[in-house]
């Protein structure tokens, strides 16, 4: 039981990653559109 708990929070820290991640690709995108629609 003893390793589960160094095991939790390193799983906590993947995910906030991932979130971290897919916001910003999410503002990214959002960018990458506003400029393309500057060009248009």
Request: net charge negative; aromatic share 4%; no cysteine.
């Amino acid at each position: 039981m003893s390793s589960d708990s160094t095991y939790i929070p390193s799983i906590l820290s993947m995910v906030k990653n991932a979130q971290t991640l897919i916001h910003t690709a999410n503002e990214n995108d959002y960018l990458e559109r506003k400029m393309l629609d500057n060009l248009i």
